[in-house]
């Protein structure tokens, strides 16, 4: 025991001998100068300083040359600077390795996700610029390479990828472009961003690359409204889509930060459709107002709310310049709508309800990208320059349609309102958002819907038709999708666009339209097109299916209605079906309260280019219900058909007597369920159906 005391005594002592042979170096204030050039390991630009190190003080004023961060982690792992500071008017500039596999990314052998500059420090005050534009992938490089690459979202040539919670991958180069690098500053105590903090993409005529990543990591983050993030995809001028924005996370346990972050997409002057889609913002802590209040957002991301994010009562949501994508599985309820200036919003997986008034558009133009399913609303506006994109969901049966558990004919936007006005170069567009290619019922190289495509069948309903159109073939030829608005008043002097998508090898089929208003006015467009090729031997889709059913006072025209098959050239697919009801059920209602209604099915006439079908209601009230139902072919020739009737709403065993051009076909009963049905009703080409019950008090003897 003794001798084992006296060797850790003997070790002590030679410590501490050493120690005080050894000079301590104590942590210093080191100051960029810049002397020589532009390089950070070239100890002449750091004055009579070595270069920083653990503990140092890093300052870096704005001088003639600024420097160049070589990729990699600074001071290194396990160590940290003291404070780093860049000074208002400075550009640090922050290279990217492309040529490292980046695991914590997701990147492997061969997928490399490439790394860019990490800052370590106790605290960092950022006034002028870390700068990692195009510091990413080369041209041609990156696990989101293509003509318009992909980083933090997806583009119709390529997928995302990278880590949403803490990102540290170069964004993916275009044909032509680099993409955005990367920077990551991991401070224990408080990051102040009163600057910029960048790695965007860029692009040129036809191409465009992704933006790169942007991780703060930090006790306390504060700046004021000068400061920036941004990691913006690359715009292009041509007809292709830009470059999708990156990545950026913010992780603080409090924040202070007046400034701003965005991850938009690249933007395209020439063609709206080929905006990049916005990359993610990851800000767990970020808070949201609870309950009441208006929410404005002010920068462009996918935002991804924590698992128990919880819910949210929100009086108005405005969005103005953003693009706003909401993630995760918060319950958001919003109040009022408003979209403006290049505005757009979608969510997925979020349960969210809209219940007021919606404005869309001007000034300039905004989307709002509409999940598949019912929306009960107050007066919706699509003014100018707006949109309102409706989306589908093929997983949906959809039985009123006729679709069965394995062939499902899938389900597009209902909008419920008090009134829709759609002005002149606002739209309804659901071009390509039904069943993707090779997908659908009709699904064919030339799908079919209402009209058969050049090799896709038909299906769904004429008379209020829910099904999404079927695809065709990839890469564009995607079914149109599936809208109907019923409301008090609809004002149509825009658009409402439902056509099939259009590929030179094969195109997919119109979707549907089908509008309830108790007055419809207007002069615009609606049309469910099936895509076209314009090749001899491509094939094109089918037309889709539009149904009017429109009260007293109505005026807008059946000949604003296009359903024509895609056409190619020398040869065009079928024309789809229209139905127009004039209808006069106002104030009728059946035992339940709700309004009596009338549903049609009528037989598939395979040898009609087309079906058009235009009914009359001459006669609607308790005692007596009287239409006259007109079939003719897209060339308004006489079309012989038969139709199946159902009266839903009655009174449940409720009888009455049923002619049909003025003849008697006998007596019959509602069911149980309060719905008269008539069947094999023949139109050649039209006929009238009259349906009497007896009033009130009648006394009927049957002798």
């Not at 980083?151 to 032509?176: K, Q």
């Not at 658009?495 to 207007?522: C, F, H, R």
């Not at 296009?562 to 040869?571: A, E, F, K, Y």
Request: proline share 4%; hydrophobic share 35%; glycine share 18%.
């Amino acid at each position: 025991m003794k001798k084992t005391h006296r060797i850790r005594s003997i070790a002590i002592l030679a410590a501490i001998i050493y120690a005080m042979a050894v000079p301590y170096t104590m942590a210093a204030t080191v100051t960029w100068t810049g002397t020589i050039d532009d390089d950070w390991t070239n100890t002449s630009n750091w004055g009579s300083n070595p270069l920083p190190t653990d503990g140092d003080d890093v300052i870096i004023p704005d001088e003639t040359n600024d420097p160049t961060i070589p990729a990699g982690t600074w001071p290194s792992e396990a160590t940290r600077y003291g404070s780093f500071s860049v000074s208002n008017g400075a550009v640090v500039t922050c290279l990217g390795d492309p040529t490292a596999t980046n695991a914590a990314s997701g990147g492997s052998a061969g997928d490399l996700h490439g790394i860019g500059v990490t800052i370590r420090c106790t605290s960092a005050t950022i006034s002028g610029t870390m700068d990692a534009n195009l510091q990413g992938f080369p041209n041609y490089e990156g696990p989101g390479y293509s003509r318009s690459a992909a980083h933090g979202a997806s583009t119709i040539y390529s997928e995302p990828y990278g880590n949403l919670e803490y990102p540290t991958a170069l964004g993916s180069g275009s044909d032509t472009q680099f993409g955005g690098g990367a920077i990551a500053i991991l401070a224990t105590g408080t990051v102040t961003l009163n600057g910029t903090l960048s790695a965007n993409g860029i692009g040129d005529n036809n191409r465009a690359s992704a933006g790169g990543s942007l991780l703060v990591e930090c006790n306390t983050f504060a700046g004021a409204a000068t400061g920036l993030v941004t990691a913006t995809g690359g715009g292009i001028f041509g007809r292709n889509w830009a470059g999708t924005g990156g990545r950026v996370a913010l992780i603080y346990e409090t924040s202070t930060y007046a400034g701003s972050a965005t991850v938009v997409g690249g933007g395209n002057n020439n063609w709206e459709w080929g905006k990049g889609a916005a990359g993610t913002l990851w800000e767990p802590k970020r808070v949201w107002p609870r309950s009441g209040g208006t929410v404005t957002i002010d920068g462009s991301y996918q935002y991804h709310f924590t698992n128990n994010a919880g819910s949210f009562v929100w009086d108005e949501l405005v969005i103005d310049g953003a693009w706003f994508e909401i993630h995760g599985n918060p319950t958001i309820e919003i109040g009022n709508l408003t979209l403006t200036n290049n505005a757009l919003l979608y969510w997925n997986d979020a349960d969210v309800t809209l219940s007021g008034d919606v404005y869309v558009g001007s000034p300039r133009t905004a989307q709002f990208l509409a999940p598949a399913g019912s929306y009960t609303l107050g007066d919706v506006l699509v003014a100018s320059g707006g949109e309102i994109m409706p989306l589908g969901d093929t997983s949906a049966t959809n039985a009123s349609s006729g679709g069965i558990g394995g062939d499902p004919h899938g389900i597009g936007v209902s909008l419920v309102c008090d009134s829709v006005t759609i002005e002149s170069d606002g739209q309804i567009n659901g071009v390509g958002s039904g069943f993707p290619t090779w997908q659908g019922p009709g699904a064919q190289l030339g799908a079919g819907y209402g009209g058969q495509g050049q090799t896709g069948a038909t299906y769904g309903r004429l008379s209020r038709p829910s099904a999404l159109g079927s695809g065709g073939h990839v890469p564009t030829g995607s079914g149109g999708g599936a809208i109907r608005v019923a409301a008090d008043t609809v004002t149509l002097d825009g658009t409402i666009d439902l056509d099939g998508g259009s590929d030179s090898n094969g195109s997919g089929s119109g979707g549907s339209v089908w509008i309830e208003a108790g007055v419809l006015t207007g002069n615009g467009k609606i049309q469910a097109r099936g895509g076209s090729t314009g090749s001899n031997n491509a094939r094109n889709g089918g037309g889709g299916r539009v149904a009017l059913e429109m009260g007293p006072g109505s005026s807008y025209a059946a000949t604003n209605i296009t359903v024509r098959g895609g056409i190619g050239t020398l040869s065009q697919a079928d024309t789809g079906t229209v139905f127009v009801a004039t209808t006069s059920l106002t104030g009728v209602f059946g035992a339940s309260g709700s309004t009596v209604s009338l549903e049609s099915d009528y037989a598939d006439n395979a040898d009609a280019l087309g079906i058009k079908v235009t009914r009359i209601i001459t006669s609607w009230n308790h005692l007596i219900y009287e239409w006259t139902d007109e079939s003719r072919n897209a060339g308004l020739a006489a079309l012989n058909n038969t139709v199946d009737y159902r009266l839903i709403g009655l009174v449940a065993g409720q009888g009455g007597t049923v002619y049909t051009n003025g003849v008697s076909i006998g007596n019959i009963s509602a069911d149980g369920n309060g719905v008269f049905s008539i069947s094999g009703v023949t139109l050649s080409p039209s006929a009238t159906v009259r349906i009497e019950f007896p009033a009130p008090g009648t006394v009927i003897l049957i002798q």
